[in-house]
């Protein structure tokens, strides 16, 4: 099995290491790696100006590891096209500092790395641990490996997309494992205005999540302690929604002429 890993906190972010020491003892590891932090950029791929990449000396011995000028979009975009020489059979993006929940995996660069290797056909995991600082990666690193054995045996199906996220405890901590749904996390957002001598800059500034932790969510795993599997698909249509509009075209039809 070849395993390609890749993030968004840069080539040398502690959680990416740890997974690639676990999923070593599983498969052949390739990493392919933004040379600095990417978070936010969802799945915002270069196309203004060329990519650069170059090999690195890898902090886990024996293992073929490339940094690239670029987003963890472009990464996985260009190990599978171009910088690794035979097929991939999985692909990991993590292990990432902070959860991804919610409608955070639409601007997530974690998320969105995993999603490249999803529309080429190949298993992607995007993994997560709920917290900036003292973050527990063992823990997803030994699910990582445990996950990567599973679709060594093809216990699961191939054209799949999870987002994982964990609490940050320790395993004797964790109350169990859930396969959950997106649930709603939003932000008031605050916008800094600042002058730097020429002109004004605004500054875009998170603020607390409000969590929407309803029973089944991937909010409401962490919440109660567990780790959440969310299976994500690219297909964005709303359903709902679809058969609402069904009278729309007529009625712009008639407004138009």
Known sequence: MRILVTNDDGIY??????LVAAL???GEVVVVAPDREQ???GTSVTLHHPL???EIEP???EIKSYCVEGTPADCVILALGNLLNSGIDLVFCGINDGSNLGDDVLISGTVGAALQGYIKGIPS???SVGALKDVHFDVAARLAAALARNFEKQALPKEIL???NLPNLPFDRIQGIEVTRLGRRSYSDAIEEGHDGKRK?????RGKPEWQPEEGTDIWALTKDKISITPLHSDLTSQKALSSLKELPPALLRDLF
Not at 13 to 18: E, H
Not at 201 to 205: E, G, K, L, T
């Open 13 to 18: 972010a502690r959680g990416l290491w740890t």
């Open 39 to 41: 978070s936010a950029v």
């Open 52 to 54: 650069r990449a170059r």
């Open 24 to 26: 070593q003892q599983v």
């Open 59 to 61: 902090l886990v011995k």
């Open 201 to 205: 800059y605004y500054w875009i500034v």
């Open 162 to 164: 999870l987002n994982i």
């Open 125 to 127: 995991v995007a993994l």
